[in-house]
């Protein structure tokens, strides 16, 4: 056996000659051809919109029974009460052929602006009774508004009473709604609510 030949010489060639065929190089993906951008007219793209889609359909529980402000009496007239500021609306509707009566006044006469008259008409003209039905009303207390604003929610209220089935179309329209703001109460030291005196500098 001669010495240029050991074993201890070998063993290196052979764990290098497997280190070299382990180690793979990694291959190189082609690159893919690029496509051209063709651009869209801005007139052809879909409009974002925020909330503005179609509307959800609102569920009505059958089960629901709304509190009924409105009564019939044994004469089937319907009554109700409406408030709004320091105004007090006491509301009568019963069968007639569509004549309001307000304080002892026809309605064009004690409203002369057109806008307050047909608010008080509105809740008539939702539920279709606004020609089949006669209405009496006393209102005392407040200004014109507020008044007009009791009238409305008194006949709203003698509307649900008089059609119960309308009672979600009156409460959607918001005729069954009490307003509730009030006058701002005046404030020590200061003119009305908030304003104040004027300042004087010198």
């Given amino acids: 056996m001669s010495t240029d030949e050991t074993p201890s010489e070998e063993v290196p060639e052979v764990a290098a000659e497997a280190e070299e065929s382990s180690v793979e190089t990694p291959a190189v993906a082609a690159p893919e051809p690029e496509v051209p951008a063709t651009e869209v ?3 052809e793209l879909p409009e974002l919109t925020i909330g503005g889609g179609t509307p959800a359909e609102q569920y009505v529980d059958p089960d629901y029974v709304p509190a009924m402000r409105g009564k019939v009496d044994r004469f089937g007239v319907a009554m109700g009460t409406g408030r709004r500021k320091t105004s007090v609306a006491r509301v009568r509707i019963k069968e007639g052929s569509g004549k309001v009566t307000i304080n002892g006044k026809p309605l064009s006469e004690y409203f002369c602006v057109e806008r307050d ?4 008409l509105a809740p008539l003209q939702l539920v279709g009774k606004a020609e089949n039905v006669d209405v009496i009303v006393r209102v005392n207390g407040g200004g014109t508004t507020g ?3 009791a009238i409305v929610l008194g006949i709203g209220r003698a509307l649900q009473g008089l059609v119960p089935e309308s009672h979600h179309e009156l409460s959607a329209s918001g005729f069954l709604t009490r307003d509730s703001r009030m006058v701002e109460r005046k404030k020590y030291g200061l003119r009305k609510a908030r304003r104040s005196f004027q300042f004087s500098k010198r």
Avoid: F, L, V
């Fill in 41 to 43: 007219p801005s007139s």
């Fill in 117 to 120: 008259r047909g608010m008080i």
């Fill in 147 to 149: 008044q007009t604003g």
